[in-house]
T-cell receptor, first 115, second 111 residues
Framework: DVKVTQSSRYLVKRTGEKVFLECVQD?????MFWYRQDPGLGLRLIYF???????EKGDIPEGYSVSREKKERFSLILESASTNQTSMYLC??????????????FGPGTRLTVL | GEDVEQSLFLSVREGDSSVINCTYT??????LYWYKQEPGAGLQLLTY?????DMKQDQRLTVLLNKKDKHLSLRIADTQTGDSAIYFC???????????FGSGTRLLVRP
């Protein structure tokens, strides 16, 4: 079974703090993704990575950065957290584009509240 | 641009069938997916359909695809209280990493 884990289920931070959200997958997947989920908006892609040290912006990258130093780990960084970044953050991974369905497997999510 | 739309809410009685609908705009979509999200959890892949298929059945789940109308539906037979969740439709182009998600349909199953 594919397992995608996220470092925290719930996180409360103050405005201006630097926040790290960590995601680890144990299936040697090439691709990793960070989404945020907000009511009525579904999932929106923040960043994704298709290889170590490689990253591409998604639909809403502003205010976020990412790091992928090792294949199994993909970090989302909020350099200076703001209240409008309060959201549920979901990490996902997928095997490779060559896999015809390229199914994404999701972690349990981190609910971040910025006060 | 790409857009995926779903109704926000559906309520059914236990034992009835549920039909969750989705429309998408990108005619080059190759794969269409249904994910389920239970409260407090991540998304779980339920099923997917390739765009050259009209129908796919997997136990209680039936996926119907009308490519002409860009309409996808998920039918759950004999709906149970454990089926209460948010269901997301998503589309993907063959040459892309990206999934485009709908806003999700919250299914409530009443006893």
């Amino acid at each position: 079974d594919v397992k995608v884990t996220q470092s925290s289920r719930y996180l409360v931070k103050r405005t201006g703090e630097k926040v790290f959200l960590e995601c680890v997958q144990d299936m040697d997947h090439e691709n990793m993704f960070w989404y945020r989920q907000d009511p009525g908006l579904g999932l929106r892609l923040i960043y994704f990575s298709y290889d170590v040290k490689m990253k591409e912006k998604g639909d809403i990258p502003e205010g976020y950065s990412v790091s992928r130093e090792k294949k199994e780990r993909f970090s989302l960084i909020l350099e200076s957290a703001s209240t409008n970044q309060t959201s549920m953050y979901l990490c996902a991974s997928s095997l490779d584009q060559e896999d015809s369905t390229d199914t994404q497997y999701f972690g349990p999510g981190t609910r971040l509240t910025v006060l | 641009g790409e857009d995926v739309e779903q109704s926000l809410f559906l309520s059914v009685r236990e034992g009835d069938s549920s039909v969750i609908n989705c429309t998408y705009t990108d005619s080059s979509s190759t794969y269409l997916y249904w994910y389920k999200q239970e409260p407090g959890a991540g998304l779980q892949l339920l099923t997917y359909i390739f765009s050259n298929m009209d129908m796919k059945q997997d136990q209680r789940l039936t996926v119907l695809l009308n490519k002409k109308d860009k309409h996808l539906s998920l039918r759950i037979a004999d709906t149970q209280t454990g089926d209460s969740a948010i269901y997301f439709c998503a589309e993907k182009e063959d040459s892309s990493y990206k999934l485009i998600f709908g806003s999700g349909t919250r299914l409530l199953v009443r006893p």
